[in-house]
């Protein structure tokens, strides 16, 4: 992704908190698996299964 202008720059929404994000640096070899923009966003995903999980 190199020479690419942040204009340019591959985004998502981020499920949790609905605001977009953009590719990074460190999600290059990754980005098709990032679902989340943060670790906190990540981590709020997780609790909410976890709830609904023990929920009959």
């Known amino acids: 992704m190199k020479?690419?202008?942040k204009?340019?720059?591959p985004s998502k929404i981020c499920?949790?908190?609905q605001r977009p994000f953009v590719w990074?640096?460190?999600w290059e070899r990754d980005w098709g698996n990032v679902v989340y923009c943060?670790?906190?966003c990540q981590r709020a995903a997780?609790?909410?299964r976890?709830?609904?999980k023990e929920t009959p």
């Open 38 to 40: 943060s670790e906190k």
């Open 24 to 26: 990074r640096k460190k």
């Open 7 to 9: 204009q340019h720059l």
């Open 46 to 48: 997780k609790q909410f």
């Open 50 to 52: 976890r709830q609904n």
């Open 3 to 5: 020479g690419i202008k």
């Open 15 to 17: 499920p949790i908190c």
